[in-house]
């Protein structure tokens, strides 16, 4: 009973607390390495458009999302 307890609160815990902290935390970092030394000026003068700049910046936090959840899940099977 206290095993199903345990994990059901931890996976809780992690989906309303620490998934959406962390993506806005990724969020922040992604946005600080752009506009930190003048980012988005070199990042503007490349021959990429604007729409694939953020469609790689939204592919990125997608990687770390799905990563994210795999740790979660492997140590979540692992305890």
């Known amino acids: 009973m206290s095993l199903c307890c345990f994990s059901i609160q931890s996976a ?3 989906a309303y607390y620490l998934l959406p902290f962390s993506m806005v935390v990724f969020c922040v ?9 003048n980012g988005i000026l070199k990042m ?8 694939a700049l953020s469609a790689t910046k939204y592919c990125v ?3 770390f999302l799905l990563m994210e959840m795999v740790v979660f899940l492997v140590v979540f099977i692992i305890a």
């Open 12 to 14: 809780l815990v992690y």
């Open 44 to 51: 503007l003068a490349l021959t990429v458009s604007r729409q």
């Open 29 to 37: 970092m992604i946005m600080g390495r752009g506009t930190g030394n």
């Open 61 to 63: 936090l997608l990687f």
